[in-house]
Structure formats: structure tokens, C-alpha cells
């Protein structure tokens, strides 16, 4: 069974500080990974993506890592900022099936002063 | 460029009632996917349009959820008659290529609240 499953379900971390999240994923056959950055009322917002033959991407302070042996994603945020408080979602995507796309139920992070 | 748009952001409405939510998608994006997430749940696939065809509809939960995409620009999601389950916010996404290569960009969602 195609699942995604995100760890840990919330996180509160003080501003300034560095965080990991973390993402398994059963999906087969592996097409790529990305995680999305979700604010409260508005939609997700694409950080990365990567394939099978990416091991880490960076995009800002943010940087992802991907072992596609042991099917586990991070994601990294370096030096964090009271506006990267938001839900951020792993998103895995398979190679073939009608409907490819499996979503994770997220990581609620909250940045406070 | 104009991001995907989605309307209205919030709806409240009493079980048995209709309930119709609308997606702009980005200009020149063949394809457009709704999708929902239901409190506390993942984000679950319902539908893909290319154009005005429906590619695959196969997260559509039952025959209460009815999609168009006339003439292929933006798109409908009308459920009716609404029950409680049925409450969540839907996404709308939209992509230039098919969603096995190409990136999305959703749109801020609508809240949908059946009482």
C-alpha cells in the first residue's frame, strides 16, 4: 500500500533555532519527492522536488535530503523565522497509476519569539 | 502571472443543501486537479482534467460530487446534496505538463463546513 507518513505531527521550536522533519514513504515505483510549504488559509507552496538520483536540494534555508534506499526524506530548516510557522507537507510520486500523487499529513511547525 | 484561484474561500452551509466551488486555473494549464483534505486526514486525490476531458476521476468519493470543466479554462465542483462528511477544505491545482513530470501550483482552497 502507497502510504507517506510525517514525523513529528507538530513541532515548537524558538526562532533562531534549526529543526528537521521527517518523511517515510512505501510509494512504488518511485518517481519523485517534494515538500511543500503550506501557510494557514492558503494552498501549498512547492520548496523541492527531487528524483531518484538526488540526494539533497537546497532551496534558501531550507534543504531537503532524500535516501531512496531506505525511502526517507528531511527537511532541514536552518535558522528559522517566526514566518515559517506553517504546516509543511511531503508529497511522494509514483512512476505510474491513474492517481500518482501521495501526501503526507504534514508537520505543523510554530516559530515563536 | 495569476496564480490558481479558488471561490469562495469559505462556505457554511446546512446538510442537504448544494454547494457549487469553482477553480481558475493558471492560463494555458491543460491540466487541472481537485483535491481535499478532510480534518485531520491527508490531502486525497478526487479528479484530473486535461482540458475539458476528464482524465481520471477516480478519488471522486460518490455520485454527490459532480465536476465540469467546460471549454477547458476554469473548472466546477458541485456536491449535492452536501452531507456532514463532506466537510474540508478542497484544493484545486493546476499544471502546465501531466503531473508525472511537471510541477503544481495550488490555489489557497476553499473551506467547505456542512452543519
Known amino acids: 500500500k502507497n502510504q507517506v507518513e510525517q514525523s513529528p505531527q507538530s513541532l515548537i521550536i524558538l526562532e533562531g533555532k534549526n529543526c528537521t522533519l521527517q518523511?517515510?514513504?512505501?510509494?512504488?515505483?518511485?518517481?519523485?519527492l517534494r515538500w511543500y510549504k503550506q501557510d494557514t488559509g492558503r494552498g501549498p507552496v512547492s520548496l523541492t522536488i527531487?528524483?531518484?538520483?538526488?540526494n539533497t536540494k537546497s532551496n534558501g534555508r531550507y534543504t531537503a535530503t532524500l535516501d531512496a534506499d531506505t525511502k526517507q526524506s528531511s527537511l532541514h530548516i536552518t535558522a528559522s523565522q517566526l514566518s515559517d510557522s506553517a504546516s509543511y507537507i511531503c508529497?511522494?510520486?509514483?512512476?505510474?497509476?491513474?492517481?500518482?500523487?501521495?501526501f503526507g499529513t504534514g508537520t505543523r511547525l510554530t516559530v515563536i519569539p | 502571472e495569476a496564480g490558481v484561484t479558488q471561490f469562495p474561500s469559505h462556505s457554511v452551509i446546512e446538510k442537504g443543501q448544494t454547494v457549487t466551488l469553482r477553480c481558475d486555473p493558471i492560463?494555458?494549464?491543460?491540466?487541472l486537479y481537485w483535491y481535499r483534505r478532510v480534518m485531520g486526514k491527508e490531502i486525497k486525490f478526487l479528479l484530473h482534467?486535461?482540458?475539458?476531458?476528464?482524465?481520471?476521476e477516480s478519488g471522486m468519493p460518490n455520485n454527490r460530487f459532480l465536476a465540469e470543466r467546460t471549454g477547458g479554462t476554469y473548472s466546477t465542483l458541485k456536491v449535492q446534496p452536501a452531507e456532514l462528511e463532506d466537510s474540508g477544505v478542497y484544493f484545486c491545482?493546476?499544471?502546465?505538463?501531466?503531473?508525472?513530470?511537471?510541477?503544481?501550483?495550488f490555489g489557497s482552497g476553499t473551506r467547505l463546513t456542512v452543519v
Open positions: 518523511c517515510n514513504y512505501t510509494v512504488s515505483p518511485f518517481s519523485n
Open positions: 482534467f486535461v482540458k475539458e476531458s476528464k482524465q481520471d
Open positions: 492560463s494555458g494549464h491543460d491540466n
Open positions: 508529497v511522494v510520486s509514483a512512476k505510474t497509476g491513474a492517481n500518482n500523487l501521495f
Open positions: 527531487m528524483t531518484f538520483s538526488e
Open positions: 491545482a493546476s499544471s502546465q505538463d501531466s503531473y508525472r513530470v511537471g510541477g503544481y501550483t
